[in-house]
């Protein structure tokens, strides 16, 4: 009896270790690990900032600070004491969006109001924010699409400058009277303006336009200069004699000469020197004594840090580790101000997204308090850092921290990690015996809601709705090959989530602009092809396949089906499946199934089959309790059986000695998970797939990218897929070619939503007809509720582990 007591310690320690890898949460020597695998060491001291904090503006007299909040939940408006490093009031706002200005007396503050195409006026009263006046640019969305971005007013408060990115236009504004004066078309989508300090020229950075435009306000003639990729904030000296300009996609920053509208040199801000995007370069400002200027990297997590005393021959002296995607800098006398947009940690969330049922039992909470705080999209609340300038010291010891938490480098660039012998490569070039990769991108599922129910996995069974009963073929593709319970998606939701999965990268656009959409203020769902200002500077997967030769085609992804149907990607004309459909929750995913079988085998026929190849089979996004539609089990079920005879077909063929199949979801915000709000079930199979394995180390899409570029030969397409662990350690060089039987499902595939209650009558207004374009709050709820029951009783809160390194003021870094 001690012995198999003493196993079973045993057993349960091994467990415990195993799950006790690396995951998203605080590590030692205070770093703390994202789900994407780099690190956070953020240094000063902070204050909590709402959702998405996207721009910061310092009073003339810098004794306040103006933060706009912009994410998915809450927007608002905050107002700081900077000096004294306290907030001095807060008001919520209806639609914002980036754009405020002080004016030059201080006595009124200018605010976007986002899709609601107007600007706010509030006047400022002891420190105090009053009712905002409003100046209508038009009607609001979707009536009219304008939504102002940047916003500058003239010393005089005489006229105030907005630019806009959705009618991509500049408006000249009398401030007094609330009227438009003039507008002034724009060659593209426009972030940024700023005023020279003799009010004769307004600078725009043209976000979608890669130019800066040089607007004359006395002649009112506009003129461009050409900058690098996605210009966004814009910066002036004190003489106005220098420009500084943000690219995002190029790592860069410009600096550019008024006198002659001349660059005279671009800074790269990349912690390596390097080609590939993933800096995000975004933000900026100057040391009082204008020598030293310091630029946010997004999605590096730190400021560059450069000596500008000589322009043309600026040096670079470190960097400073801040928090998780800094979007905005300001400097106050010798103090740093950085905005951090997702603040400073990932995290679980097993209170959501779902409903949380009263304690009187008279329905369910949807205010605050409640699975509502849990969901992705608006999770990760901003921050704002407080860090005094360093002295070389210092700097070489932040710089030093900042080369800690990046995992890229040029060398794991060049070779990734791997073993000799695997099927995996470790170099670009490198053979390998798998020559065709099927890719299927399934559509918002975490780890718990699936594969919760697995003992060999770190599970919670509490939070799993669609177990092996109703998913077989996970399970089985989970048991027969490799079981990974230790993955995370890079992306928040689906927006950025189809980015990066097929480019492991969302540029600054797209990971600033959904959230308006999702927190239904307006804008529309450009994230798949179908606006460019969303593309990465280099292309997609397919972009890269095409320019090395290596044959590809996409079944539904990147692809809209009907009227106005076909692939906006010049890339993918003549190289998709017509029958594919794109999103559609009418389509059965057995049906888009039937559709790849037929176009397969007529390719093998002609031993045409493309060595990549994308599929879209998304049905486990559900249409919530819609009456009339499939139950969101049957729309769960019809998925999993879907991908088994996806398996099966392609595993009976004479090409499955030489391919592998990855299996993924866009994101994980349609549920809850008790790990990270980003941990998702991911599957590999395949001859060279191992089988019977469990698997705890930790990947991310980017990962999967990395495995299936180094597979077909293609080079990394962003920093975060050249840093990412490629899935060697799911391979073996010895194939196993016994091809996989697909699991009968096994509750009802054609069961509809029958039932008049809430959920039905919520359901009915949800837009099915593109990816998320249903408000993901509502539908997750619905969904939880069809399956446990319309008065199901939640499981008790769980609390994580992992903690908020939100420092306080005086605290130690």
Same mark, same amino acid.
């Given at each position: 009896?001690?012995?198999?007591?003493?196993?079973?310690?045993?057993?349960?320690?091994?467990?415990?270790?195993?799950?006790?890898?690396?995951?998203?949460?605080?590590?030692? *020597?205070?770093?703390?690990?994202?789900?994407?695998?780099?690190?956070?060491?953020?240094?000063?001291?902070?204050?909590?900032?709402?959702?998405?904090?996207?721009? #910061?503006?310092?009073?003339?007299?810098?004794?306040?600070?103006?933060?706009?909040?912009?994410?998915?939940?809450?927007?608002?408006?905050?107002?700081?004491?900077?000096?004294?490093?306290?907030?001095?009031?807060?008001?919520?706002?209806?639609?914002?969006?980036?754009?405020?200005?002080?004016?030059?007396?201080?006595?009124?503050?200018?605010?976007?109001?986002?899709?609601?195409?107007?600007?706010?006026?509030?006047?400022?009263?002891?420190?105090?924010?009053?009712?905002?006046?409003?100046?209508?640019?038009?009607?609001?969305?979707?009536?009219?699409?304008?939504?102002?971005? +940047?916003?500058?007013?003239?010393?005089?408060?005489?006229?105030?400058?907005?630019?806009?990115?959705?009618?991509?236009?500049?408006?000249?504004?009398?401030?007094?009277?609330?009227?438009?004066?003039?507008?002034?078309?724009?060659?593209?989508?426009?972030?940024?303006?700023?005023?020279?300090?003799?009010?004769?020229?307004?600078?725009?950075?043209?976000?979608?336009?890669?130019?800066?435009?040089?607007?004359?306000?006395?002649?009112?003639?506009?003129?461009?200069?050409?900058?690098?990729?996605?210009?966004?904030?814009?910066?002036?000296?004190?003489?106005?004699?220098?420009?500084?300009?943000?690219?995002?996609?190029?790592?860069?920053?410009?600096?550019?000469?008024?006198?002659?509208?001349?660059?005279?040199?671009?800074?790269?801000?990349?912690?390596?020197?390097?080609?590939?995007?993933?800096?995000?370069?975004?933000?900026?400002?100057?040391?009082?004594?204008?020598?030293?200027?310091?630029?946010?990297?997004?999605?590096?997590?730190?400021?560059?840090?450069?000596?500008?005393?000589?322009?043309?021959?600026?040096?670079?002296?470190?960097?400073?580790?801040?928090?998780?995607?800094?979007?905005?800098?300001?400097?106050?006398?010798?103090?740093?101000?950085?905005? *951090?947009?997702?603040?400073?940690?990932?995290?679980?969330?097993?209170?959501?997204?779902?409903?949380?049922?009263?304690?009187?039992?008279?329905?369910?909470?949807?205010?605050?308090?409640?699975?509502?705080?849990?969901?992705?999209? +608006?999770?990760?609340?901003?921050?704002?850092?407080?860090?005094?300038?360093?002295?070389?010291?210092?700097?070489?010891?932040?710089?030093?921290?900042?080369?800690?938490?990046?995992?890229? *480098?040029?060398?794991?660039?060049?070779?990734?990690?791997?073993?000799?012998?695997?099927?995996?490569?470790?170099?670009?070039?490198?053979?390998?015996?798998?020559?065709?990769?099927?890719?299927?991108?399934?559509?918002?599922?975490?780890? =718990?809601?699936? #594969?919760?129910?697995?003992?060999?996995?770190?599970?919670?069974?509490?939070?799993?709705?669609?177990?092996?009963?109703?998913?077989?073929?996970?399970?089985?593709?989970?048991?027969?090959?490799?079981?990974?319970?230790?993955?995370?998606?890079?992306?928040?939701?689906?927006?950025?989530?189809?980015?990066?999965?097929?480019?492991?990268?969302?540029?600054?656009?797209?990971?600033?602009?959904?959230?308006?959409?999702?927190?239904?203020?307006?804008?529309?769902? =450009?994230?798949?092809?179908?606006?460019?200002?969303?593309?990465?500077?280099?292309?997609?997967?397919?972009?890269?396949?095409?320019?090395?030769?290596?044959?590809?085609?996409?079944?539904?992804?990147?692809?809209?089906? +009907?009227?106005?149907?076909?692939?906006?990607?010049?890339?993918?004309?003549?190289?998709?499946?017509?029958?594919?459909?794109?999103?559609?929750?009418?389509?059965?995913?057995?049906?888009?199934?039937?559709?790849?079988?037929?176009?397969?085998?007529?390719?093998?026929?002609?031993?045409?089959?493309?060595?990549?190849?994308?599929?879209?089979?998304?049905?486990?996004?559900?249409?919530?309790?819609?009456?009339?539609?499939?139950?969101?089990?049957?729309?769960?079920?019809?998925? =999993?059986?879907?991908?088994?005879?996806?398996?099966?077909?392609?595993?009976?063929?004479?090409?499955?000695?030489?391919?592998?199949?990855?299996?993924?979801?866009?994101?994980?915000?349609?549920?809850?998970?008790?790990?990270?709000?980003?941990?998702?079930?991911?599957?590999?199979?395949?001859?060279?797939?191992?089988?019977?394995?469990?698997?705890?180390?930790?990947?991310?899409?980017?990962?999967?990218?990395?495995?299936?570029?180094?597979?077909?030969?293609?080079?990394?397409?962003?920093?975060?897929?050249?840093?990412?662990?490629?899935?060697?350690?799911?391979?073996?060089?010895?194939?196993?070619?016994?091809?996989?039987?697909?699991?009968?499902?096994?509750?009802?595939?054609?069961?509809?939503?029958?039932?008049?209650?809430?959920?039905?009558?919520?359901?009915?207004?949800?837009?099915?007809?593109?990816?998320?374009?249903?408000?993901?709050?509502?539908?997750?709820?619905?969904?939880?509720?069809?399956?446990?029951?319309?008065?199901?009783?939640?499981?008790?809160?769980?609390?994580?582990?992992?903690?908020?390194?939100?420092?306080?003021?005086?605290?130690?870094?």
């Amino acid at each position: 009896m001690k012995q198999k007591l003493f196993l079973s310690i045993l057993v349960f320690a091994l467990t415990a270790a195993a799950f006790a890898q690396n995951k998203p949460g605080k590590l030692l *020597n205070g770093q703390l690990l994202l789900p994407n695998g780099w690190k956070l060491s953020p240094a000063g001291r902070s204050l909590p900032l709402g959702d998405l904090p996207l721009n #910061m503006q310092l009073s003339p007299s810098g004794k306040l600070l103006a933060i706009t909040n912009n994410g998915q939940s809450t927007q608002s408006l905050q107002l700081i004491d900077p000096r004294n490093e306290k907030q001095l009031d807060q008001r919520e706002l209806k639609k914002s969006w980036y754009g405020i200005a002080f004016s030059s007396d201080e006595k009124k503050l200018y605010a976007s109001g986002g899709n609601d195409n107007c600007i706010l006026t509030f006047h400022i009263n002891n420190n105090k924010l009053g009712m905002p006046d409003t100046i209508k640019l038009g009607a609001p969305w979707p009536a009219t699409k304008i939504c102002p971005t +940047g916003i500058a007013v003239n010393k005089a408060n005489t006229r105030l400058y907005t630019v806009t990115k959705e009618d991509s236009a500049l408006y000249v504004i009398d401030p007094a009277a609330g009227s438009v004066i003039n507008k002034i078309k724009l060659p593209a989508e426009a972030y940024s303006c700023i005023l020279s300090p003799d009010g004769k020229t307004l600078y725009i950075s043209l976000w979608g336009g890669d130019k800066v435009a040089f607007y004359n306000t006395i002649s009112q003639k506009l003129s461009f200069l050409n900058t690098g990729s996605h210009p966004n904030e814009l910066l002036l000296n004190k003489k106005g004699t220098l420009l500084f300009v943000a690219n995002a996609n190029d790592n860069s920053v410009s600096v550019i000469s008024t006198a002659n509208h001349h660059v005279l040199e671009t800074v790269a801000t990349s912690l390596y020197p390097t080609h590939l995007t993933g800096s995000t370069t975004n933000g900026f400002a100057l040391s009082a004594n204008e020598k030293t200027i310091y630029i946010a990297n997004a999605d590096n997590n730190c400021l560059a840090v450069f000596d500008v005393s000589n322009p043309g021959n600026s040096k670079s002296l470190g960097f400073v580790p801040v928090g998780w995607y800094p979007t905005n800098v300001k400097v106050l006398n010798k103090k740093i101000l950085v905005s *951090n947009g997702k603040g400073f940690t990932s995290m679980a969330n097993p209170q959501g997204p779902q409903p949380v049922k009263k304690a009187d039992n008279s329905g369910y909470q949807t205010g605050a308090k409640n699975t509502r705080d849990q969901y992705i999209g +608006g999770l990760f609340k901003g921050t704002l850092s407080f860090i005094d300038a360093p002295n070389e010291t210092q700097l070489k010891a932040y710089t030093k921290q900042v080369y800690a938490n990046t995992p890229f *480098n040029n060398k794991i660039a060049a070779k990734a990690n791997g073993e000799t012998g695997n099927p995996i490569p470790r170099r670009k070039g490198e053979k390998s015996p798998i020559k065709h990769v099927f890719y299927i991108i399934k559509e918002n599922r975490t780890y =718990d809601q699936v #594969m919760g129910d697995v003992t060999a996995g770190n599970g919670d069974t509490s939070l799993c709705i669609f177990g092996r009963q109703v998913t077989p073929n996970h399970h089985a593709i989970a048991n027969d090959f490799v079981l990974m319970d230790n993955f995370y998606v890079d992306a928040e939701v689906s927006a950025d989530g189809h980015n990066w999965s097929t480019a492991a990268y969302a540029t600054d656009y797209t990971e600033k602009t959904w959230p308006t959409s999702y927190g239904g203020r307006g804008g529309t769902y =450009d994230y798949e092809g179908t606006r460019k200002i969303a593309y990465p500077r280099d292309g997609y997967i397919w972009d890269y396949c095409k320019r090395a030769g290596v044959s590809y085609r996409t079944y539904g992804e990147f692809v809209k089906d +009907g009227e106005h149907g076909g692939a906006s990607l010049k890339s993918l004309q003549g190289h998709y499946c017509k029958q594919s459909p794109g999103f559609d929750m009418d389509v059965k995913d057995v049906t888009r199934v039937a559709i790849w079988k037929h176009d397969f085998d007529s390719l093998f026929t002609v031993n045409a089959v493309p060595q990549f190849n994308s599929i879209r089979i998304s049905n486990d996004h559900t249409s919530g309790q819609k009456k009339g539609a499939y139950t969101p089990v049957a729309c769960v079920a019809d998925n =999993d059986l879907a991908i088994g005879q996806f398996l099966e077909h392609l595993s009976k063929s004479s090409i499955w000695k030489e391919s592998v199949v990855f299996i993924l979801e866009d994101d994980a915000q349609n549920g809850p998970d008790h790990v990270d709000a980003h941990r998702s079930p991911v599957f590999v199979a395949g001859p060279y797939v191992k089988r019977n394995a469990i698997n705890h180390n930790m990947y991310s899409t980017s990962g999967v990218l990395r495995t299936i570029e180094l597979i077909l030969g293609l080079p990394s397409m962003s920093q975060y897929d050249a840093a990412a662990v490629p899935l060697f350690d799911c391979f073996t060089a010895t194939p196993n070619l016994q091809p996989y039987i697909a699991k009968p499902a096994e509750v009802d595939l054609e069961k509809r939503n029958v039932a008049t209650n809430k959920s039905s009558v919520r359901s009915e207004a949800f837009n099915l007809k593109e990816a998320d374009a249903a408000p993901d709050l509502d539908l997750n709820e619905v969904v939880w509720k069809s399956v446990r029951g319309e008065d199901a009783i939640m499981p008790a809160p769980k609390r994580s582990a992992f903690v908020i390194l939100e420092k306080k003021k005086h605290d130690d870094d």
